[in-house]
């Protein structure tokens, strides 16, 4: 294989769980989403949600993925769950970061190729 064959990847970051049949936001998430994971291995960062706390609706977007993780903005401050260590460890193996709706996060991603999405 060479470096022109190797599938590149992402690190995609989600205030919502992207549903094709949720509301404006997931919708969009998922569009995006599914659009990567054509020519792209997709890792997903996502936040649960009020109206989808049990993760009821993400059996579409586990095919799609290569790797789903669960998150709350405060725990990335709680050592014992090293979401901070393994969020450092993927944005150093992917080749694209983006960040949906989550400013605070974007501010403080360091990855040379930051896609900031508002």
């Known amino acids: 294989m060479t470096t022109l064959d190797k599938r590149r990847s992402v690190a995609y970051f989600s205030p919502c769980i992207p549903d094709p049949r949720g509301t404006g936001w997931e919708q969009r998430a998922f569009a ?65 970061a983006h960040v949906f709706r989550l400013p605070q996060l974007a501010a403080n991603i360091a990855h040379g190729c930051l896609i900031w999405d508002l």
Do not use: C, K
């Open 32 to 96: 995006l989403l599914s659009g990567y994971s054509a020519f792209m291995d997709v890792h997903l960062w996502f936040m649960p949600t009020i109206d989808n706390p049990d993760l009821s609706r993400l059996a579409p977007v586990i095919e799609r993925v290569r790797s789903a993780t669960a998150f709350y903005p405060s725990a990335f401050n709680d050592p014992s769950l090293g979401l901070q260590r393994r969020l450092m460890a993927q944005l150093g193996t992917v080749d694209v």
